[in-house]
Nanobody, 118 residues
Framework: QVQLVESGGGLVQAGGSLRLSCVAS??????MGWYRQAPGKQRELVGV???????TYADSLKGRFTISRDNAKNTVYLQMNSLKSEDTGVYYC??????????????WGQGTQVTVSS
């Protein structure tokens, strides 16, 4: 059984930082990454990272967010800095995306809430 389990969400003030983690079990993915969904909006790409460690980010998030992975732990991380209120939403871990994250994989975590207060 394939599972993706996120952790690390929470409430943070604007300008602060959070680090999300996602542990995968049951399968190793060539590409893992993060998507997010703000209230009333569609789910969007945050970024993905290949098994070789090459990241791809949504253009609007470059410079503030960093994706990394530990293949030995089958874990992907999302370091979020200089958080803004518009970063509020549910963050989902995803496994198996293609085309630089433009097409998500079919494996999703349950999501973790990130709330940025202004």
């Amino acid at each position: 059984q394939v599972q993706l389990v996120e952790s690390g969400g929470g409430l943070v003030q604007a300008g602060g930082s959070l680090r999300l983690s996602c542990v995968a079990s049951g399968k190793s993915f060539g590409s893992m990454g993060w998507y997010r969904q703000a209230p009333g909006k569609q789910r969007e790409l945050v970024g993905v990272i290949t098994i070789g460690g090459t990241p791809t980010y949504a253009d609007s998030l470059k410079g503030r967010f960093t994706i990394s992975r530990d293949n030995a732990k089958n874990t992907v991380y999302l370091q979020m800095n200089s958080l803004k209120s518009e970063d509020t939403g549910v963050y989902y871990c995803n496994g198996g995306s293609i085309s630089g994250g433009l097409i998500p994989g079919r494996y999703w975590g349950q999501g973790t809430q990130v709330t940025v207060s202004s």
